[in-house]
């Protein structure tokens, strides 16, 4: 991709993006970034140039008959939001703390299939991965 090309989809990113981590059910940490749009064709473009998915959010009737566009997500977690984010790093300015920390998230966390030598160890690193939930949580006040 051409610089420009990736300053616009950075740029668009910091408005109308999320970077969040949050906690499984079976209590492991993962981390994902979502583009909510209702112009579906610039979500296209994400998907496009990093890969992940795109599908309608909430109710589909209730926006007909609310007279609303439908909203489109464009998401993408793990491995492949770790090289998005990588990507566009440089070009970010509102989410540039929340995308450092996510990035260290994922660099930090062990393969999956990989286990923990001892339980403490398990702790310390969920300890660490709930500091960096809450961590993008605050500073997206």
């Not at 496009?48 to 439908?70: A, E, L």
């Not at 300015?93 to 990035?103: H, I, R, S």
Request: contains cysteine; proline residues 2%; glycine residues 8%.
């Amino acid at each position: 991709m051409k610089k420009v090309d990736l300053a616009y989809m950075a740029g668009f990113f910091d408005g109308e993006g999320c970077i969040f981590i949050y906690r499984k059910t079976d209590g492991n940490y993962q981390f994902c970034c979502t583009v909510t749009q209702t112009i579906r064709w610039i979500l296209e473009l994400f998907k496009f140039n990093f890969g992940g998915s795109i599908h309608i959010t909430g109710n589909k009737k209730r926006y007909k008959d609310m007279g609303w566009h439908v909203c489109w997500e464009w998401k993408i977690g793990d491995q492949k939001a770790l090289s998005f984010l990588k990507t566009i790093l440089p070009y970010l300015v509102l989410k540039k703390g929340e995308a450092t920390v996510a990035v260290k998230f994922q660099t930090d966390k062990k393969p999956q299939g990989i286990r923990f030598k001892t339980p403490e160890e398990k702790d310390n690193a969920r300890a660490v991965q709930e500091a960096q939930r809450l961590l993008i949580k605050n500073l997206k006040s």
